[in-house]
């Protein structure tokens, strides 16, 4: 497997209170991507980075931000979760042509 | 990125192939075809891709139709580890040079039974 790994893999949080998600790789690759999954809507993009500071937001970014402050780092955060971010969310990088996908946070906003 | 068609479900006897279809018949000519699957709960898995030749991988092989219009992923030989929801995907590779991130629609759920 990719080094890929994701923290928390599990958390229950209020609603309004912030949340950063973790992901860190091994495998020094310069593509780095957030995603969200529901039922019924399958992965979607949330925001991306093609560098160090270099980010760029997806389909639903709205109400997330992101930061990279090294190759090996993205941190995903919630400034104010709603109920409406509970999700499973999955961290992936990317080589020349696949996109290894880091085992999932399943988040939870009451 | 051109649009997919996939069967929602499909049924596969142990041991015997799986083949999955997908249709794509607005791919352009510098479009891949990949594949990825998605066991309960986990990340999805990358398993294969192509762009016009057939191709085949220690996981499974891809068929692409002279007209790029569809193709077919076979397992070979199913187990019942290979349950799972599978995505065709058509995208341009990330040689492009853009950070093209994947567009996953509803996938095939693939059941292997005993």
């Known amino acids: 497997d990719a080094g890929i790994t994701q923290s928390p893999r599990h958390k229950v949080t209020e609603t309004g209170t912030p949340v950063t998600l973790r992901c860190h790789q091994t495998?020094?690759?310069?593509?780095m991507y957030w995603y969200r999954q529901d039922p019924g809507h399958g992965l979607r993009l949330i925001h991306y980075?093609?560098?160090?500071?270099?980010?760029d937001k997806g389909e639903v970014s709205d109400g997330y931000s992101v930061s990279r402050s090294k190759t090996e780092d993205f941190l995903l955060t919630l400034e104010s979760a709603t109920s409406s971010q509970t999700s499973v969310y999955f961290c992936?990088?990317?080589?020349?042509?696949?996109?290894?996908f880091g085992p999932g946070t399943r988040l939870t906003v009451l | 990125d051109a649009k997919t068609t996939q069967p929602p479900s499909m049924d596969c006897a142990e041991g015997r192939a799986a083949n999955l279809p997908c249709n794509h018949s607005?791919?352009?000519?510098?479009?891949?075809v990949y594949w990825y699957r998605q066991i309960h709960s986990q990340g999805p898995q990358y398993i294969i891709h192509?762009?016009?030749n057939n191709e085949t991988n220690e996981m499974a092989s891809l068929i692409i139709t002279e007209d790029r219009k569809s193709s077919t992923l076979i397992l070979p030989h199913a187990t019942l580890r290979d349950t799972a929801v599978y995505y065709c995907?058509?995208?341009?590779?990330?040689?492009?040079?853009?950070?093209?991130?994947?567009?996953f629609g509803s996938g095939t759920q693939l059941t292997v039974l005993p």
């Open positions: 607005t791919i352009s000519g510098n479009e891949y």
């Open positions: 992936a990088i990317s080589s020349a042509y696949e996109q290894f």
């Open positions: 495998e020094n690759h310069r593509y």
């Open positions: 980075s093609y560098g160090v500071k270099d980010t």
């Open positions: 995907i058509v995208r341009l590779s990330q040689r492009s040079g853009s950070a093209r991130q994947l567009t």
């Open positions: 192509g762009l016009k």
